[in-house]
């Protein structure tokens, strides 16, 4: 389903005959103008009034350009929920007929959208990133009154799990969270930390006995990396011990089948100086310490495939629009930006060029927009 097509599903928040202009066109120009390199309601109005002739030729435009101040109300008082649904249903043409193999949950705040004045809390979005193709599938705001654990369930809800692997930091560790991955067919590698007090301490005794016999007699593996680079050098040790069924015997994780360890021990390359850190994670199966590394690695892959991207390239964090719902709908539209950009590399640059090429070339800005993704 091409974009257009799904933007024509949202329900216009504004009341019926009094409107000068189409929601699906300030949908549009916005889309096109974040790509491009707007950050704000007055620079979508000017990018749409500089390219006002090129809109013509695909949007009726009855009024012309919106104003800024039509496009900031319009983005306040459009349903989250809706425009969430909109990228969820225009995503998985994406993702039709491609095995998504390992997705990532975690969060981001956009700092910027906190308004002290009106005691506002910033936004925070939970993204559920597909690791191997780059793509947010879905994302979920965080309850003003709760954290990322009551959001969770929701996203978790909208993916199709059946097959895939689900990483998630040390607070999406919950039983629910755990059971519910596997229900929709799903494997989980859930990262352990105090929060589950009882649990952590069990198997980090159980690796530290383990380790003092040697692993003898137990369903153990290992694999070491050993990296070079910003300065330093790291190893990481990765260990799973299979057959840990026994840490939840009344079956509560959903089919706790293994746990797992890494090591990281770093050294500076220019004052000798170590540090390490020791990680631990619950695994839903028996996965080789190679499948184990790739996806405890991966996970983190979100910080500089995901959020790096949108702090440095998108300026998220500068972004001081707070009224309403524009703060969450805004996050979105830089996620399906950021989705077009991606998939399309017939521009062989990074994303920052990209964007000034899609400002520069209206062919290569409407190949993006229709999905026309040709090599």
């Known amino acids: 389903m091409l974009l257009v097509e799904c933007l024509q599903c949202i329900a216009d928040p504004r009341v019926e005959g009094k409107n000068d202009h189409r929601l699906v066109d300030i949908l549009v120009i916005s889309i096109c103008a974040i790509i491009c390199g707007a950050e704000y309601w007055t620079e979508i109005e000017d990018f749409g009034k500089c390219k006002k002739r090129w809109f013509r030729s695909f949007l009726k435009l009855p009024n012309g350009i919106p104003s800024h101040d039509t496009i900031g109300r319009v983005f306040a008082a459009i ?26 949950l975690d969060g981001k705040t956009v700092r910027g959208s906190r308004h002290a004045p009106d005691d506002k809390k910033p936004v925070h979005m939970i993204s559920a990133y597909a690791r ?39 607070i999406g560790c919950q039983k629910d969270i755990a059971r519910q991955i596997k229900e929709q067919g799903g494997e989980y590698v859930l990262s352990l930390k105090g929060n589950q007090g009882k649990l952590a301490q069990d198997v980090e005794h159980h690796f530290e006995c383990a380790e003092r016999d040697q692993f003898v007699l137990l369903d153990h593996d290992a694999h070491t990396t050993v990296d070079g680079g910003h300065g330093r050098v790291e190893t990481r040790r990765y260990d799973v011990i299979g057959e840990a069924e026994w840490l939840d015997p009344e079956k509560r994780w959903g089919g706790l089948a293994a746990v797992g360890r890494v090591v990281s021990e770093r050294i500076s390359k220019a004052d000798g100086a170590k540090s390490s850190e020791t990680r631990y994670y619950i695994l839903s199966k028996r996965f080789t310490t190679e499948e184990f590394a790739k996806t405890s690695r991966s996970h983190w892959g979100i910080e500089n495939s995901l959020h790096w ?63 026309d993704f040709h090599a």
């Open 132 to 170: 191997e193709s780059g793509l947010v599938l879905t994302q979920g705001k965080v309850d003003d009154t709760s954290n990322e654990i009551g959001a969770l369930p929701d996203i978790l809800s909208r993916l199709m799990l059946a097959g895939a692997i689900v990483s998630i930091d040390a």
């Open 79 to 104: 349903d989250p929920k809706q425009l969430r649904q909109c990228y969820a249903d225009w995503i998985q043409g994406f993702m039709k007929g491609v095995d998504v193999h390992h997705i990532c």
């Open 309 to 371: 991207i949108l702090d440095v390239a998108f300026r998220e964090d500068d972004c001081r629009i707070h009224a309403g719902y524009a703060a969450e709908n805004f996050a979105v539209l830089r996620h399906i930006a950021l989705g077009l950009l991606k998939q399309g590399a017939r521009i062989k640059r990074g994303i920052k060029t990209r964007r000034k090429i899609a400002g520069w070339d209206e062919n290569y800005l409407l190949e993006l927009l229709k999905g």
